[in-house]
């Protein structure tokens, strides 16, 4: 068989995705903060961006005067890029590789910190079983999630051994940790800090904390001393630490801002972009107007009708980002105004496609457009993904998973702590109460979601 060289043409559909679509869809995702990042970027590198300035105070022409000792040729040359050499510049020296795995590091949480002590503070062998048992059944606020009980019967130890370790353990750095309650976690502060059981703070943390509110002029009558020794002894209480784990919480405060708001106009709801400190963009008119000067460079005048594309396209999908937020955000207020008017147990399942479908788009944009964006609505700030739950069949139609987990939070806070319901009690009453029938594996999913502990974590033996 003889090979052959030859040319051919062929048609073949093929989607190709230009730079300025792609900035669309990168606009599309970014969230408040996020886009007003990028702007202050684009307004950095693009001079043919400037923001609007309703003062009229600063100008591009007064600030070019200003610098009298550039010449207007030295200009030209910090906007036009060089020609690029074809031998790089020390092109003798090897870059050194750089180890990203070197240079991160994972913070010390309470459960490592605690360990760490543990293997320096001289326990046997069973205690220090006892101890690592206690020290990973911590809260993240530091106390004990089980009873002492649980711990002897779950290890097969006696219970003096446990109270004896756990005694220990509140000493350790953060003191007060392991403690059962409130009171027990501060008065071991206080015996730290050197204050007998009979001292006034260690009477009033043990005997009257719950009445401390009341005021010093109550607590005064009660001991039958001065307010001037109650306020010295609750100035000493005010210094102590009601949870020592705080200090080591691995959660990060989250700053958002919204970048919808809902609100109702008559008895509608509807939707607005919160644009409040986001930069409004326009062209700079003296760079335009030097394309039409003739003593202009040639590669000056190239570079700035690539920037003039650059910018006008940027603009043009900052509008279109816009639009399409604020249509998805008026449907949303459309399908959920239930939500809106009474709160997360009215919120009704939604899925992406019945949003596209309405205002004409993919699913794709839709959720490009909701991704880490947030709503202000009248019951607090919620992601916008929050408004798409999934649905559960119920008997009087599908209700949305939120709808189930409020259910669920109403179930729970109304239990009795002694005896808490099982997973599977739950399944039956959110069948016979809300006419709501899900698996109990489900519930259990929807409970650790809500952050409650299973049933023998809640209950409470006093």
Partial sequence: ????????????????LTP????????????????????RTELESNPLLELENPDGNFSIEESLKEEKNVEETDLWETLVEEEPSPYPPFAFEEKEP???????????????????????????????????????????????????????????????LVEEVRERLKFFDPVGIGSLSLEEC????????????????AEIVRDYLKEVPKGETYLAKKFGISEEEISRALEVIRGLEPYPGRAFSTERTLYVEPDVIFYKEGNRWRARLYEEGLPRLKLNSYYRNLLSDPFIPRKAKMFIREKLRS????MKSLDQRGKTLLRVAEVLAELQGEFLEKGPAYLRPLTLKDVAERIGVHESTVSRVTHNKYAETPHGLYELKFFFPSGVKGSSGEVSSQTVKEYLKDLIASEDPRRPYTDQEL??????KYKVKIARRTVAKYREALGYPSARSRKKFS
């Fill in 186 to 201: 501060l008065l071991a502060q206080l015996h730290y800090l050197g204050y007998p059981e009979d001292s006034l703070p």
């Fill in 311 to 314: 910018a006008e396209w940027l």
């Fill in 98 to 160: 750089i180890y990203w795995e070197g240079r991160v590091r994972k913070e010390e949480g309470l459960c490592e910190h605690l360990l760490w002590q543990l293997a320096l503070a001289g326990f046997s062998e069973e205690e220090k079983t006892v101890a690592e048992y206690i020290i990973r059944n911590l809260d993240e606020r530091g106390y004990l999630t089980i009873s002492p009980e649980e711990v002897s019967r779950d290890l097969n130890v006696s219970l003096s």
């Fill in 427 to 432: 399944a039956k009453l959110l069948e016979t």
């Fill in 1 to 16: 068989m003889a090979l052959e060289l030859k040319t051919q043409l062929k048609l073949r559909p093929e989607l190709i």
């Fill in 20 to 39: 300025q679509l792609r900035q669309a869809l990168k606009l599309l995702q970014l969230n408040r903060l996020e886009l007003m990042e990028y702007l």
